[in-house]
């Protein structure tokens, strides 16, 4: 899965060693497997360096990083979770990895928070338990809803909402934009919203219930809903079974500046 385009140009370190003494063998077959980009199998033969050779251990340890670095500047998910999968319980390569993954999902979900939802997916079972995966989620959701999101169409045709974060639980709250039949400006109308994977969050959605005598009736009930992200600008809101119809509502993005 090709997850973002981008020109790069990776530059081949040059070593120079004082040391007359032959690299090992294994090092010199990982450094063909790397100029071929064969990079998972460079990291393999770089990984047998024995430590006592100290006048290639580092090298090769230098040249992991730079193998490490050029996998996920390829973008593409599919290398990037193999590689994580492939080296999840190796004491050399995982805190590398686990390093880089949080660098790369702070870099790049400004740009495009719907790639690091879809990496976080890709690599949750490396980052169980990592310190800073909470409040790398958080600013992952903050991305993405950010601005502006209106109803183009359906029972809320014309409604809007936007979303900001509680100060006390810290979870996202869908908010109305607009005063329009019985949503008032700043109302929450989808609360506690948090992510579950797969491009999938949950919430409670507000309902408003009418009587025989007219009166409307405000609640949240025990039920949650489920929103679906699109794409970058479109969500898909789904009451499932808080309402007994018109149970599906679609937003997109209409401004970035809220």
């Known amino acids: 899965m090709k997850i973002l385009k981008k020109s790069l140009v990776i530059a081949l370190p040059v070593f120079v060693f004082l040391s007359c003494n032959k690299p090992p063998e294994t090092y010199e077959q990982g450094m063909l497997k790397f100029k071929k980009q064969d990079y998972p199998g460079a990291i393999e033969l770089f990984k047998l360096t024995p430590a006592d050779r100290s006048d290639w251990y580092d090298s090769s340890l230098m040249m992991i990083n730079?193998?490490?670095?050029?996998?996920?500047?390829?973008?593409?998910?599919?290398?990037?979770?193999?590689?994580?999968?492939?080296?999840?319980?190796?004491?050399?390569?995982?805190?590398?990895?686990?390093?880089?993954?949080?660098?790369?999902?702070?870099?790049?979900?400004?740009?495009?928070?719907?790639?690091?939802?879809?990496?976080?997916?890709?690599?949750?079972?490396?980052?169980?338990?990592?310190?800073?995966?909470?409040?790398?989620?958080?600013?992952?959701?903050?991305?993405?809803?950010?601005?502006?999101?209106?109803?183009?169409?359906?029972?809320?045709?014309?409604?809007?909402?936007?979303?900001?974060?509680?100060?006390?639980?810290?979870?996202?709250?869908?908010?109305?934009?607009?005063?329009?039949?019985?949503?008032?400006?700043?109302?929450?109308?989808?609360?506690?919203?948090?992510?579950?994977?797969?491009?999938?969050?949950?919430?409670?959605v507000r309902v408003f219930q009418t009587d025989y005598w007219g009166y409307t009736r405000e609640y949240f009930p025990k039920s949650r809903g489920k929103m679906t992200i699109i794409s970058r600008d479109s969500l898909l809101i789904d009451y499932e079974g808080s309402v007994s119809s018109n149970n599906k509502v679609y937003f997109i993005r209409k401004e970035t500046n809220k």
């Open 66 to 204: 730079y193998a490490v670095d050029s996998i996920f500047k390829t973008d593409e998910l599919s290398k990037i979770t193999l590689l994580c999968k492939k080296f999840e319980v190796d004491s050399l390569l995982k805190p590398i990895l686990t390093k880089k993954i949080k660098n790369y999902w702070s870099q790049e979900m400004k740009a495009n928070p719907l790639i690091t939802f879809n990496l976080f997916d890709s690599t949750r079972f490396l980052l169980k338990g990592e310190s800073q995966i909470d409040s790398l989620m958080r600013a992952n959701e903050d991305a993405y809803f950010r601005g502006i999101w209106k109803s183009p169409k359906g029972s809320l045709k014309g409604y809007e909402i936007y979303f900001d974060r509680d100060k006390k639980n810290h979870l996202i709250q869908g908010k109305s934009n607009k005063s329009k039949s019985g949503w008032s400006l700043g109302k929450v109308i989808y609360k506690d919203i948090y992510y579950t994977g797969n491009n999938n969050l949950e919430h409670k």
